[in-house]
């Protein structure tokens, strides 16, 4: 019983790193199509809209693959080579998604937005 269980979350896991990698890929084809739609045509304003939107779909992706790789770690034996490897995924993605945010939005994530009248 416990195998077929393993088996399935194990198949749950891959099938959310599929998601994942969908997401990032149909970002990228997303961000254009916004930003030349937004924009009329290519200048800066679609150019810093397809980054910002491009950006925000590989965070989304990230995320959804530390889920996966949280969910496939569960059904695996637990050693101590997996904790360990499943730790530093988790770290070098957060790092990646925490830099992504701050690239994009000029601040920390626990930083309050500016309000308009901070920023003259």
Request: charged content about 20%; glycine content about 8%.
């Amino acid at each position: 019983m416990i195998e077929i269980l393993a088996h399935y979350i194990d198949l749950i896991a891959k099938i959310v790193e599929v998601i994942g990698v969908l997401i990032m890929f149909f970002g990228l084809f997303f961000a254009f199509y916004r930003g030349v739609r937004l924009s009329g045509g290519f200048n800066h304003d679609t150019y810093v809209e397809i980054r910002q939107t491009v950006g925000k779909s590989i965070l989304l992706g990230l995320e959804v693959l530390i889920a996966a790789d949280i969910m496939a770690t569960v059904v695996t034996e637990p050693t101590l080579r997996s904790v360990l490897v499943l730790g530093f995924i988790v770290l070098i993605r957060t790092f990646l998604s925490l830099s992504l945010q701050i690239e994009l939005e000029g601040r920390f994530p626990w930083q309050k937005d500016k309000t308009s009248s901070e920023k003259n």
